[in-house]
């Protein structure tokens, strides 16, 4: 009986061992699996460039207009895990990348509220296919393409201030206007001078301030969406008879030209800003007499 007893506490303890081998070699194996498994990812991500980064942006925006979150998902996860190992030297400025990180940002709030706002989703992963053909295609951006579009937004709300049409249709212009300004400002970001958006910026937010405002100054709109046609002409590379003019400034000193123009352009508005509220502070001490 005794003999049986440690017989079976022999094999009972031969087993256990052979057990605990068994599982310190499947750990072995397993955690050497899942170290080659990030070595082959961490790889991949290293040699991630922007031509793949640019195919990856043209699925997610494919993926959005048919409204395929699964891969929507997928696709922001691999720029996101990628975008660190891209090589941006020499082929935008720190603005540049700035604004492809927020757009991607953007894209991912889009698609967190996808179920409340699908244009908010398409709009945004148009503006980051943009901005990924921006840096992969400088000679020939997809972004150039818009100028036609908004060119004739500019034109809708010139002609919308030239009839004195209704304050809701000059908002309405206005709104479109922007909206396809917004879509391509990454993009041109990446390719142009600070100064250059700068200038549409500024230019854009006086504007929206003369369509939105309770009293329209007809005039005042009239001037600034007759400016705005040189503005977009530059934002496009479409200056009016380039061939014929030179730029008054070259070179590295082109940058400070930008800027000059860009406080005169500032200070004009500050001052028209100025004369209204000059004119609106006497009319109230006018009806307070």
């Known amino acids: 009986m005794k003999r049986t007893f440690r017989n079976i506490a022999g094999w009972l303890v031969v087993t256990l061992m052979a057990l605990l081998l068994w599982e310190n070699g499947s750990y072995r194996v397993s955690a050497q699996n899942d170290k080659s ?3 082959v990812n961490k790889e991949v991500s290293s040699n991630y460039t922007i031509a793949q980064l640019n195919e990856e942006a043209a699925v997610l925006y494919r993926r959005a207009l048919e409204n395929n979150m699964e891969e ?3 696709s922001i996860t691999r720029i996101s895990n990628s975008l660190g190992h891209i090589s941006f030297e020499g082929r935008t400025s720190v ?4 604004a492809l990180s927020e757009t991607l940002v953007e894209v991912k709030e889009a698609a967190a509220k ?3 706002d699908k244009h908010f989703l398409q709009q945004a ?3 980051l296919r943009l901005a990924a053909d921006s840096l992969a295609n400088p000679a020939k951006p997809l972004w150039l393409q818009y100028y036609k579009i908004v ?3 500019l034109d809708a709300l010139s002609l919308a201030a030239d009839q004195n049409q209704s304050a809701a249709i000059v908002v309405n212009r206005f709104t479109v206007l922007e909206e396809h300004y917004e879509t391509i400002r990454p993009a041109a970001i990446i390719r142009l001078e600070p100064y250059q958006i700068a200038q ?3 230019w854009l937010s006086y504007l929206k301030g003369l369509t939105h405002a309770k ?3 007809a005039s005042q709109l009239r001037s600034m969406t007759s400016n705005g046609e040189e503005l977009i002409n530059q934002l496009f590379g479409r200056e009016k008879d380039e061939s014929a003019f030179v730029p008054f400034v070259q070179g590295p000193d082109r940058r400070a030209a930008g800027l000059v123009i860009s406080s005169v352009i500032v200070a004009a508005l500050s001052y028209a800003g100025y004369r209204k509220y000059r004119a609106l502070q006497q009319d109230i001490f006018t009806y307070r007499r």
């Open 37 to 39: 498994i990030q070595n």
């Open 72 to 74: 929507v998902r997928a």
């Open 95 to 98: 603005e540049g990348i700035h």
């Open 114 to 116: 996808f179920k409340g």
């Open 125 to 127: 992963s148009a503006k």
């Open 151 to 153: 060119k004739n937004d």
């Open 200 to 202: 549409m910026d500024a």
């Open 215 to 217: 009293q329209s100054d």
